[in-house]
C-alpha cells in the first residue's frame, strides 16, 4: 500500500523542478562543460545509438546502456564468445577469427584471458563490463570438478541473461522475450496449427498421441528478409510416466511456412523441453545463429548454439552444463 509520501510526491516535485528551471545550472557557470564530454556529443551518440558512418548505411559499433557505451568491432572482424550464466560464465559458442570457424566449449574459454573485459547483460539498460577472472566450476556442475567456467565479480548485482567477449560482442546478440513467448495466446493453439506439427512429430514418432502442449512459439529474423521465422517448441506428456514426455522437441518454420516444419532437436531423455532465448550472429555472415536452452522438469538445463545457413539447423557442440 502506498505511504503518504508516495501519495504527495508529485506536487512536491513539481514545485521543486519549477524553481530550479529559473536557477542557473553548476556546468553553465563553469563554461557549459558535461562531465568531460563536449557539447553533449557523447551522450547524443549513447540515446541513438549510431556511430560514424551510420549516415552511409554502415552498422554502428556503438551499444548504449548501462555504466558505459560500448564501442569496438563485431565479428567478422573480431572474435567473440557468448557466454551463459551459471553463478559464472559458462562459453556456449564463440566465432574464431583466424579460423575462421564457429566453435564451442573449452575452445571459446581459452580466448579470454584473466583481467579482459567482458560485458554482463540482463537485458534493457542493465548492462555492465567486469573484468574475467580465473577458471572455475559452474554452479550447474558443483562438485564435478570441472573449471569449464570463468568466474566474475559482481554477478549477483542483477539478473544477468548473457555475457559477450569482447563487450561490443552484444551488439551480435538479440534475446527473446520469454514472457511473451512461453504463455497466454503466444502458446494458443488453433486447429491448423496443431494438425501440422502433430503430422511432423509423427513422422518422427508415429507411436504418440495426440495431446499436444505448445510450450514456446518465438518469432525472429535469420536472414533479415522482412519474413519472421517461426519457433515452435511442442511436447507431448507421457501417459505412463509422471514428469517425463512420450516426445519433446522444437520445430522451425522458415519464412513462417507451416507446410515446412523442420525439425530442429528433440529431447533424447524426454525430460526436458526447448526454449529459444535469442539469435546470436557469430560470424558476421548468413544467417543467424540460433541460441537455445533446454529446461529440465526436475530443474536446471543448459544451452547450445546451432547454426542454420539455408538449411536444417546443426548443433555446435554439446550442451552446457552436461544437460
Same mark, same amino acid.
Given at each position: 500500500?502506498?505511504?503518504?509520501?508516495?501519495?504527495?510526491?508529485?506536487?512536491?516535485?513539481?514545485?521543486?523542478?519549477?524553481?530550479?528551471?529559473?536557477?542557473?545550472?553548476?556546468?553553465?557557470?563553469?563554461?557549459?562543460?558535461? #562531465?568531460?564530454?563536449?557539447?553533449?556529443?557523447?551522450?547524443?551518440?549513447?540515446?541513438?545509438?549510431?556511430?560514424?558512418?551510420?549516415?552511409?548505411?554502415?552498422?554502428?559499433?556503438?551499444?548504449?546502456?548501462?555504466? =558505459?557505451?560500448?564501442?569496438?568491432?563485431?565479428?567478422?572482424?573480431?572474435?567473440?564468445?557468448?557466454?551463459?550464466?551459471?553463478?559464472?560464465?559458462?562459453?556456449?559458442?564463440?566465432?574464431?577469427? #583466424?579460423?575462421?570457424?564457429?566453435?564451442? *566449449?573449452?575452445?571459446?574459454?581459452?580466448?579470454?584471458?584473466?583481467?579482459?573485459? +567482458?560485458?554482463? #547483460?540482463?537485458?534493457?539498460?542493465?548492462?555492465?563490463?567486469? &573484468?574475467?577472472?580465473?577458471?572455475?566450476?559452474?554452479?550447474?556442475?558443483?562438485?564435478?570438478?570441472?573449471?569449464?567456467?570463468?568466474?566474475?565479480?559482481?554477478?549477483? =548485482?542483477?539478473?544477468?541473461?548473457?555475457?559477450?567477449?569482447?563487450?561490443?560482442? @552484444?551488439?551480435?546478440?538479440? +534475446?527473446?522475450? %520469454? =514472457?511473451?513467448?512461453?504463455?497466454?495466446? %503466444?502458446?494458443?493453439?488453433?486447429?491448423?496449427?496443431?494438425?501440422?506439427?502433430?503430422?511432423?512429430?509423427?513422422?518422427?514418432?508415429?507411436? @504418440?498421441?495426440?495431446?499436444?502442449?505448445?510450450?514456446?512459439?518465438?518469432?525472429?529474423?535469420?536472414?533479415?528478409?522482412?519474413?519472421?521465422?517461426?519457433?515452435?517448441? +511442442?511436447?507431448?506428456?507421457?501417459?505412463?510416466?509422471? =514428469?517425463?514426455?512420450?516426445?519433446?522437441?522444437?520445430?522451425?518454420?522458415?519464412?513462417?511456412?507451416? #507446410?515446412?516444419?523442420?525439425? +530442429?532437436?528433440?529431447? &533424447?531423455?524426454?525430460?526436458?523441453?526447448?526454449?529459444?532465448?535469442?539469435?546470436?550472429?557469430?560470424?558476421?555472415? *548468413?544467417?543467424?545463429?540460433?541460441?537455445?536452452?533446454?529446461?529440465? %522438469?526436475?530443474?536446471?538445463?543448459?544451452?547450445?548454439?546451432?547454426?542454420?545457413?539455408?538449411?536444417?539447423?546443426?548443433?555446435?557442440?554439446?550442451?552446457?552444463?552436461?544437460?
Amino acid at each position: 500500500m502506498r505511504s503518504w509520501r508516495g501519495r504527495t510526491s508529485i506536487t512536491g516535485l513539481l514545485t521543486l523542478s519549477f524553481a530550479l528551471a529559473g536557477c542557473p545550472k553548476k556546468d553553465d557557470e563553469d563554461g557549459g562543460k558535461d #562531465d568531460g564530454k563536449a557539447d553533449g556529443k557523447a551522450d547524443s551518440k549513447a540515446d541513438d545509438g549510431k556511430a560514424e558512418g551510420d549516415d552511409e548505411g554502415e552498422p554502428t559499433l556503438q551499444v548504449a546502456g548501462g555504466d =558505459e557505451t560500448v564501442e569496438g568491432p563485431v565479428p567478422p572482424d573480431t572474435s567473440m564468445v557468448l557466454f551463459s550464466i551459471e553463478g559464472a560464465l559458462v562459453p556456449v559458442a564463440c566465432f574464431d577469427k #583466424d579460423a575462421g570457424a564457429i566453435k564451442a *566449449g573449452n575452445d571459446c574459454k581459452k580466448m579470454v584471458n584473466e583481467g579482459d573485459e +567482458v560485458r554482463l #547483460d540482463a537485458g534493457f539498460s542493465n548492462a555492465r563490463n567486469k &573484468k574475467a577472472g580465473g577458471s572455475t566450476e559452474p554452479q550447474c556442475l558443483a562438485g564435478a570438478g570441472k573449471e569449464v567456467a570463468i568466474a566474475i565479480d559482481g554477478l549477483a =548485482e542483477a539478473n544477468y541473461k548473457y555475457a559477450t567477449w569482447p563487450p561490443s560482442g @552484444v551488439k551480435a546478440v538479440k +534475446v527473446v522475450d %520469454a =514472457e511473451a513467448t512461453t504463455g497466454g495466446s %503466444a502458446t494458443t493453439l488453433d486447429d491448423d496449427t496443431k494438425g501440422k506439427l502433430l503430422a511432423a512429430i509423427k513422422k518422427d514418432k508415429a507411436s @504418440v498421441g495426440d495431446e499436444l502442449t505448445l510450450h514456446q512459439r518465438a518469432e525472429v529474423e535469420l536472414d533479415d528478409n522482412g519474413k519472421k521465422d517461426v519457433f515452435l517448441s +511442442v511436447h507431448i506428456k507421457d501417459p505412463k510416466i509422471i =514428469e517425463q514426455y512420450a516426445w519433446s522437441g522444437v520445430f522451425l518454420a522458415r519464412d513462417g511456412n507451416l #507446410d515446412d516444419l523442420v525439425l +530442429v532437436d528433440k529431447s &533424447k531423455s524426454k525430460k526436458d523441453v526447448f526454449e529459444l532465448r535469442g539469435t546470436v550472429n557469430l560470424d558476421g555472415a *548468413g544467417d543467424k545463429e540460433l541460441w537455445f536452452r533446454v529446461v529440465q %522438469a526436475e530443474g536446471g538445463g543448459g544451452d547450445r548454439v546451432y547454426t542454420v545457413n539455408g538449411g536444417a539447423p546443426k548443433g555446435v557442440g554439446k550442451w552446457t552444463c552436461g544437460a
